[in-house]
Antibody
Framework: QVTMKESGPALVKPTQTLTLTCTFS??????????VSWIRQPPGKALEWLAR???????FYSTSLKTRLTISKDTSKNQVVLTMTNMDPVDTATYYC???????????WGQGTLVTVSS | QTVVTQEPSFSVSPGGTVTLTCGLS?????????PSWYQQTPGQAPRTLIY???TRSSGVPDRFSGSILGNKAALTITGAQADDESDYYC??????????FGGGTKVTVL
């Protein structure tokens, strides 16, 4: 079965760069039509899509955050990495990774990891 | 900047029916936006309910249904149960690899 799990620091300081890793099992990101996205959710607020990487290494970013985001994959390790630069307290959120087998929806989600931005 | 709109909250009686909608700040939602719906309870990851307008995800009860109503996507819960009390988010595919979430609807069953 498909499982996904996010990992990374629980606390980062303002202006630092955040690096999150999504480790998954049950599928391969080298298989056609497989995609992985990152989504975040500030406490008490709505979900926000951040970025997506496809099996063929195509990458897509949120319009509002694209200057700060980089997504990459390591197919051999079944991992997807998201980096976000210049972190600010407003970036405090639970960050989720999720699988997509179509371009339009998520079918499996990780449990999420809470990242707090504070000095 | 396009915004995906949802009602902030809804209340439904146990056994009752409620329809949540998902619209656009500019324009109409059609099947070409491939609307999908997600249920989230506090402290939990979202759960996929509906994709491609009206296809239920595996294991989702048939009391959840998706449709297009007028110029919006819609999620209808028929025969609401206590454990349907959750936040519900819609997602629209905007093209060029971009997807947008709505602001979410908090559903209370009482």
């Amino acid at each position: 079965q498909v499982t996904m799990k996010e990992s990374g620091p629980a606390l980062v300081k303002p202006t630092q760069t955040l690096t999150l890793t999504c480790t998954f099992s049950g599928f391969s990101l080298s298989t056609s039509a497989m995609r992985v996205s990152w989504i975040r959710q500030p406490p008490g607020k709505a979900l926000e899509w951040l970025a997506r990487i496809d099996w063929d290494d195509d990458k897509f970013y949120s319009t509002s955050l694209k200057t700060r985001l980089t997504i990459s994959k390591d197919t051999s390790k079944n991992q997807v990495v998201l980096t976000m630069t210049n972190m600010d307290p407003v970036d405090t959120a639970t960050y989720y990774c999720a699988r997509m087998i179509a371009t339009s929806y998520f079918d499996y989600w990780g449990q999420g990891t809470l990242v707090t931005v504070s000095s | 900047q396009t915004v995906v709109t949802q009602e902030p909250s809804f209340s439904v009686s146990p056994g009752g029916t409620v329809t949540l909608t998902c619209g656009l700040s500019s324009g109409s939602v059609s099947t070409n936006y491939y609307p999908s719906w997600y249920q989230q309870t506090p402290g939990q990851a979202p759960r996929t309910l509906i994709y491609s307008t009206n296809t239920r995800s595996s294991g989702v009860p048939d009391r959840f249904s998706g449709s297009i109503l007028g110029n919006k996507a819609a999620l209808t819960i028929t025969g609401a149960q206590a454990d349907d009390e959750s936040d519900y988010y819609c997602l629209l595919y905007m093209g060029s690899g971009i997807v947008l979430f709505g602001g979410g609807t908090k559903v209370t069953v009482l």
